[in-house]
């Protein structure tokens, strides 16, 4: 192994490394053991990214785009007071499209979703597989145990500060935009994690990322970014929370599970003719969304809408209110996230 790949050992994490091996190597077909082992051959492949720009065999589109996750990198911790570490200076190819896949599980007839707890990260709404492979196995015996499932890919994701993160290939498929706001929104995690609070977290990401890279863009002299996508994903997860609703106050309506299921096919239905008159209508036949609809829908299919934007305006808001101070922010944020749950919530939709 070459000194530019010194595998798993972070200078400040090395005690957790023969953790890791311990978990991976005792039992790597054990849900926790595949993490394990994924984990541990990220941090494997890991390169220093300015050692791939000043190598002039490197291709040159990686090095045009390394070099500027590496400006948005700096832009950051410098601008947005994000935390200034080794993480995304460094690469890792992966071969493969995504890092990960997450599995969202629910139950045939709720629309709660179920969760899977770690020892960082707490309780979040999905299990993650570094082999696809593995996710759709996973969610093939729970729906055959009456479950509803949905296997998404997730392009990027932070050990919140454990490790030095790297910056990944499958982050390399998005546009510049979408790079630096990837950068942006897993530092931010980093910079601030609440656990058990999914909806809060991503939310606070979500923000950061937004008004970071419309910052990003100015700081380059470049005008302000489309919000197309972004109203159209609004309009998507509005129809999604809406049949969410519905699907809810079905079942809790006390009708026998045949009729509930028939009704659930319905409500999907109509959750695919509501989409068809967006499309063709207010979007002006912008069919991005299209093959996420044409897949088999169900309820864990609508556990991911809210969690990214639930509290994204009182953030908005909070910004505000300090001025556009970016240290005060996150302070502001971190005192929100020490609060008890409820207190936090009422304070969140004060804001909103």
């Known amino acids: 192994m070459s000194k530019s790949k010194i595998a798993a050992v972070d200078n400040r994490k090395r ?12 039992g790597c077909s054990s849900y926790y053991g595949q993490l ?38 700096g832009f950051a911790s410098r601008a947005l007071a994000l935390p200034d570490n080794r993480s995304y200076r460094v690469y890792a190819e992966l071969q493969r499209p995504y890092v990960m896949w997450n599995l969202f599980v ?27 492979g593995r996710a759709r196995g996973a969610a093939a015996l729970l729906q055959a145990e009456g479950y509803d499932t949905l296997v998404a890919g997730v392009p990027a994701y932070s050990t919140l500060g454990w490790f030095d993160d790297p910056l990944l ?9 979408r790079l630096a706001g990837l950068i942006f929104h897993e530092l931010a995690h980093q910079r601030l994690y609440v656990t058990d609070e999914t909806a809060f977290n991503e939310s606070y990401a979500s923000f950061v990322e937004r008004e970071g890279l419309r910052q990003w863009r100015a700081s380059r002299g470049l005008p302000p970014s489309s919000d197309a ?10 129809l999604a929370l809406a049949t969410r609703e519905r699907l809810a106050a079905l079942y809790a309506s006390g009708l026998s599970e045949p009729e509930m ?10 959750m695919r003719q509501a989409y068809r008159r967006l499309r063709d209508g207010p979007w002006n036949g912008d069919d991005r969304f299209d093959r996420w609809m044409a897949q088999p829908l169900n ?46 919530k009422r304070q969140l939709e004060a804001l909103r």
Request: glycine share 6%.
């Open 299 to 344: 309820n864990a299919s609508l556990v991911p809408f809210g969690l990214y934007d639930q509290w994204v305006s009182a953030f908005a808001a909070l910004f505000e209110q300090v001025g556009g101070d970016w240290p005060r922010f996150h302070a502001q944020v971190a005192a929100l996230g020490r609060l008890p749950a409820d207190e936090r």
């Open 229 to 238: 996508l972004r109203d159209q994903y609004a309009d998507l997860s509005r």
């Open 169 to 177: 290939s499958s982050m390399l498929r998005w546009d510049d935009d």
């Open 261 to 270: 299921r028939a009704a659930k096919a319905a409500e999907f239905m109509r």
């Open 106 to 132: 629910a139950e045939e007839f709720s629309v709660a979703q179920q969760t899977q707890c770690f020892p960082i990260a707490g309780c979040v709404g999905y299990r993650g597989y570094y082999q696809q």
């Open 15 to 26: 005690r957790w490394v023969p953790l890791l091996m311990a978990v991976g190597l005792s």
């Open 36 to 73: 394990a082992v994924g984990q541990l051959e990220l941090l494997r492949q890991r390169e220093p990214i300015a050692a791939i720009i000043d190598n002039p065999q490197s291709n040159p589109q990686l090095r045009q785009r390394l070099t500027l996750a590496l400006q948005a990198r």
